[in-house]
C-alpha cells in the first residue's frame, strides 16, 4: 500500500534561515508521482511542484528546492532565506500511474512557522 | 473568479441530519475530486468522476456518503445521517483531465462541524 510520512509536525524558524521538510513515501510501483502542495491559512491548497519517479534531477525554483531520491524513497522541500509569507502547512503527496484517476495519498503536513 | 468554488463554506449540523456540499469546478476541467481533511490531518480520497464514465468511490467511507456529477458541471457530496466523525474540512478539486500530467486544483473547501 502507498504511504507518505512527513516526521516533522511543526517546525519554527526565524525569518531569512533555511528550512528542510522532509518526506518519505512507501510504494511498490516502478511509476509513480511525487508532489508537495502549500496550505496558507485561508485553506486552499496550492500545487508547488509534480516529479515523476523517473526524473530525479534535483530542481530549484526561486528560494524553493526539492532533493528526490528514489535510493533512500525521500523527497524533501528545501526553503532559502524563508520569509513569513512561506508560513503555512506544508504537504507531500504521493500518486500511482494506474492510467486512471489521479488519486492521491497525502501525508500527515508540516506546519512551518517563519517567525519575524 | 475562475477557480474552483465550494459552498457552504462552514455547515454546522446536528448530528443525524443530511447535509449537502456543492462543488463547482473549474469551467472545461473534466475531472473532479473531493477530498476529506481530518483536523490536524492530511486529506483522504473520497471520490473521483472523470467525464461521464462511472466514478471511482473506492474512498467513500461508508454507505452514508454519496456525490453525483451531471456531465462536467457542479458535484453535490451528500451526507446522510451525519456522525460527530464526519466533522472535518471537505475540499474539491478539478483538474483538465484525469491521470497523472495534470495538476489538480483545490478550492476552498467546507467546513463540517457535526454537534
Known amino acids: 500500500a502507498q504511504k507518505v510520512t512527513q516526521a516533522q509536525t511543526e517546525i519554527s524558524v526565524v525569518e531569512k534561515e533555511d528550512v528542510t521538510l522532509d518526506c518519505v513515501y512507501e510504494?511498490?510501483?516502478?511509476?509513480?508521482?511525487l508532489f508537495w502542495y502549500k496550505q496558507p491559512p485561508s485553506g486552499e491548497l496550492v500545487f508547488l511542484i509534480r516529479?515523476?519517479?523517473?526524473?530525479?534531477q534535483n530542481e530549484i525554483s526561486g528560494r524553493y528546492s526539492w532533493n528526490f531520491q528514489k535510493s533512500t524513497s525521500s523527497f524533501n522541500f528545501t526553503i532559502t532565506a524563508s520569509q513569513v509569507v512561506d508560513s503555512a502547512v506544508y504537504f507531500c503527496?504521493?500518486?500511482?500511474?494506474?492510467?486512471?484517476?489521479?488519486?492521491?495519498?497525502f501525508g500527515q503536513g508540516t506546519r512551518l512557522t517563519i517567525n519575524p | 473568479g475562475a477557480g474552483v468554488s465550494q459552498s457552504p463554506s462552514n455547515k454546522v449540523t446536528e448530528k443525524g441530519k443530511d447535509v449537502e456540499l456543492r462543488c463547482d469546478p473549474i469551467?472545461?476541467?473534466?475531472?473532479l475530486y473531493w477530498y476529506r481533511q481530518r483536523l490536524g490531518q492530511g486529506l483522504e480520497f473520497l471520490i473521483y468522476?472523470?467525464?461521464?464514465?462511472?466514478?471511482?468511490k473506492s474512498g467513500l467511507p461508508s454507505d452514508r456518503f454519496s456525490a453525483e456529477r451531471t456531465g462536467e458541471s457542479v458535484s453535490t457530496l451528500t451526507i446522510q445521517r451525519t456522525q460527530q466523525e464526519d466533522s472535518a474540512v471537505y475540499l474539491c478539486?478539478?483538474?483538465?483531465?484525469?491521470?497523472?500530467?495534470?495538476?489538480?486544483?483545490f478550492g476552498p473547501g467546507t467546513r463540517l462541524t457535526v454537534t
Open positions: 478539486a478539478s483538474s483538465i483531465s484525469g491521470g497523472l500530467s495534470y495538476e489538480q486544483y
Open positions: 510504494t511498490r510501483d516502478t511509476t509513480y508521482y
Open positions: 469551467s472545461g476541467h473534466t475531472a
Open positions: 503527496a504521493l500518486s500511482e500511474d494506474k492510467g486512471g484517476a489521479q488519486k492521491l495519498v
Open positions: 468522476f472523470q467525464g461521464n464514465s462511472a466514478p471511482d
Open positions: 516529479r515523476n519517479s523517473f526524473d530525479e
